[in-house]
């Protein structure tokens, strides 16, 4: 079935740092793709998205870029700050119409360090 | 735009009451909303999708009779857990859908049952 991986946290970075995080994910067809975050206690925020092959998508820094010859959705951001500390989730959308839904990664944790 | 509310945000319960949980698009119209449980540094676990005007569907291995969904209306869907006891206790997150299947998450609900 459908299903997404995320690199293992916790991710450490000092200020500034480059970011990447790993998402690769297994899907019949070309689903939308989606990255999330998650500050503590809260819910989730769409961080950014991709609806098709070769899309790139970009939100506050970070892009990510369909890629579907490596099934891939890396996360990506040059410059990290410590504000940037929270839980991120890769996500796809599986299904169509009412049946759909979307099929989340484990998360990773990133911890910026001033 | 796309702002998900829910309500309340913390709820402590007696083992055995029932209680429910709200979750409102404010801006926007959901014909779909869905609600997750998420246990502590875990992703979020779909329970179930929830349609504007018909029955919900739950996830494998939810139980439908405990975790009551009614979603009567465009704006508002409600999760009540009925008979709460202290395993049912989580962090309750809703979402509803958006145009291009990306969903846009309410703040969540911390339930603690004593």
């Known amino acids: 079935g459908d299903s997404v991986t995320q690199m293992e946290g916790p991710v450490t970075l000092s200020e500034e740092a480059c970011l990447t995080i790993n998402c690769t994910y297994t899907a019949t067809g070309y689903p939308s793709l989606f990255w999330y975050v998650q500050y503590p206690g809260e819910g989730l925020q769409l961080l950014l998205k991709a609806t098709k092959a070769d899309d790139k998508g970009s939100n506050k820094g970070f892009e990510a870029t369909y890629r579907k010859e490596t099934t891939s959705f890396h996360l990506e951001k040059g410059s990290v700050q410590v504000s940037d500390s929270a839980v991120y989730f890769c996500a796809l959308h599986r299904g169509s119409g009412n049946t759909g839904k979307l099929i989340f990664g484990q998360g990773t944790t990133l911890q910026v360090k001033p | 735009g796309a702002v998900v509310s829910q309500h309340p945000s913390w709820v402590i319960c007696k083992s055995g009451t029932s209680v429910k949980i709200e979750c409102r698009s404010l801006?926007?119209?959901?014909?779909?909303m869905f609600w997750y449980r998420q246990f502590p540094k875990q992703s979020l676990m779909l329970m179930a999708t929830s349609n504007e005007g018909s029955k919900a569907t739950y996830e494998q291995g939810v139980e439908k009779d405990k975790f009551l969904i009614n979603h009567a209306s465009l704006t508002l869907s409600t999760l009540t857990v009925t008979s709460a006891h202290p395993e049912d206790s989580s962090f309750y997150i809703c979402?509803?859908?958006?145009?291009?299947?990306?969903?846009?998450f309410g703040p969540g609900t911390r339930l603690t049952v004593l």
């Open positions: 801006d926007f119209q959901a014909t779909t």
């Open positions: 979402s509803a859908r958006g145009a291009y299947n990306e969903q846009f």
